[in-house]
Nanobody, 115 residues
Framework: QVQLVESGGCLVQPGGSLRLSCAAS????????MGWYRQAPGKQRELVAT???????NYADSVKGRFTISRDNAKKMVYLQMNNLKPEDTAVYYC?????????WGQGTQVTVSS
């Protein structure tokens, strides 16, 4: 059974940095696109960033220049480095990946940006 488990969410001050990690486990033959999404209270889940198996990245306009997505294929992990965090980045962050040609979601990790 395939699982995605996120870690790294916490309370951080505006202007601070945080690194989220997501580990894939289980019977895995292939991992294609991996990504991060977020959902703020009262809002729909939205794309933050994706990275395909070749390393091509895509970012939401709201995080360009501040967030960086990366992956380690050998470790089956994807990361999200978040810099210059703003209160509007507060949300539950979800890891997402196409594994064995199926979509999987993690359970989410809370990021709160507040002074």
């Amino acid at each position: 059974q395939v699982q995605l488990v996120e870690s790294g969410g916490c309370l951080v001050q505006p202007g601070g940095s945080l690194r989220l990690s997501c580990a894939a486990s289980g019977t895995i033959f292939s991992i294609n696109t991996m990504g991060w999404y977020r959902q703020a209270p009262g809002k729909q889940r939205e794309l933050v960033a994706t990275i395909n198996s070749g390393g091509r990245t895509n970012y939401a306009d709201s995080v360009k220049g501040r967030f960086t997505i990366s992956r380690d294929n050998a470790k089956k992990m994807v990361y999200l480095q978040m810099n210059n965090l703003k209160p509007e980045d507060t949300a539950v962050y979800y890891c997402n990946a196409v594994i064995n040609a199926s979509w999987y979601w993690g359970q989410g990790t809370q990021v709160t940006v507040s002074s």
